[in-house]
């Protein structure tokens, strides 16, 4: 009997590491620990570099890059290998695609009113359709939580049992080493005494309410990290110049460990999330506390480990939160990659 062959979409290790590339590459090194030799290859468009694993394939094909290389060479490739495909950054192929696709949330279909300019409603329109598609022809889907497990079933009519629950982890948190040196390039933190906060321009990251719960605790300092024009959102908001606020701009990966491990608390204050994995990696490098939106995800996900911050009556205010009961670094328990990579496999055996 013929062994099936999964081909995964090896196309983001060729793009800028955010939350669903490292889930896609964190999964996949923990897989190689787990699958036989033969089980899965990873393909891409020259170019790109491709880790060296132990069980795992890697195959470079194609003349195409980017998202043409997506729709064009990764769906000539499974059918030459006969292969079935694993997509695992939200995009399958339009034709050609047999196999497993990962959504990681439908935010652009339950929360359309984050996306009004131009650009926002173009990409809506794009995942839209990817989701849709996905819901249509692929042989499963995988998500981040059991809340998205519910989502897609909602917008998609996804029959539950298509749907499988292969959570984020934290282990990637371990290999990076903490650079202390942020504390004397930004003199204004003080060990313990912050709250830090990643934001972006993202209307789900919710970007203001750390702002007015500055505005409201004026004798505590809160950093925030982040690229774009923060300061500008923040001027456009009526609440700039805050002086207990402090903006870092981009920080390495190692800076922003110490900043997790040294904070008072880290602030995620999400309005909508598949998962939400910045505050299990803040956790995973040490803070003492994680205060996080009260939105049914981050309950699965959190449990009794982190604050809650009702947001329907807390406008901004870090000492208006629901207590956690549990020790925060049980999460850690909670969640591997190992984990994640052992659903994964019983996912591909099943289908």
Not at 190 to 210: I, T
Not at 238 to 257: F, I, R, T, W
Request: with cysteine; charged share 20%; proline share 6%.
């Amino acid at each position: 009997m013929q062994t099936t062959v999964w081909a995964v979409d090896g196309s983001f290790f060729g793009q800028r590491v955010s939350g669903i590339q490292r889930y896609s590459i964190e999964l996949l090194s923990a897989l190689d620990a787990e699958v036989e030799p033969g089980l899965v290859e990873v393909v891409a468009p020259p170019g790109v570099r491709l880790p060296i694993y132990q069980n795992i394939k890697t195959v470079t094909f194609g003349t195409h890059k980017e998202a043409a290389w997506q729709q064009l060479d990764y769906p000539r490739y499974l059918q030459q290998r006969g292969a079935r495909g694993l997509a695992t950054c939200n995009v399958i192929p339009w034709f050609g695609f047999d196999g497993i696709a990962v959504v990681h949330d439908v935010c652009y279909r339950a929360r359309p009113d984050f996306y009004r300019d131009l650009r926002g409603r173009a990409s809506a329109l794009w995942h839209r359709l990817q989701y849709r598609r996905i819901a249509a022809r692929a042989s499963a889907v995988v998500t981040v939580s059991e809340f998205s497990k519910e989502e897609i079933r909602r917008y998609y009519r996804v029959n539950p049992q298509r749907i499988f629950v292969v959570y984020n982890a934290w282990q990637q948190m371990q290999r990076i080493a903490a650079d202390e040196r942020i504390f004397a390039k930004v003199p204004q933190l003080r060990r313990g005494e912050y709250y830090f906060s990643m934001a972006n321009l993202l209307k789900n990251k919710n970007f203001p309410w750390v702002l007015r719960a500055a505005r409201a605790k004026p004798e505590a300092v809160f950093a925030i990290a982040g690229g774009g024009s923060l300061a500008a959102e923040a001027k456009r908001l009526g609440l700039a110049d805050l002086p207990n606020v402090v903006y870092l701009g981009y920080v390495s990966d190692s800076e922003a460990k110490a900043l997790m491990q040294y904070c008072k608390a880290f602030v995620f204050p999400t309005l909508y999330e598949g998962f939400g994995i910045p505050p299990l990696e803040a956790v995973a490098c040490g803070a003492p506390r994680i205060l996080v939106s009260d939105t049914p995800c981050m309950r699965e996900v959190y449990g009794d480990c982190a604050g809650y911050i009702d947001l329907n009556t807390n406008q901004g205010n870090v000492d208006d939160v629901t207590p956690p009961t549990r020790d925060p670094a049980e999460l850690l328990e909670k969640y591997s990659w190992r984990k994640s990579a052992q659903a994964m496999l019983q996912v591909l055996h099943g289908i």
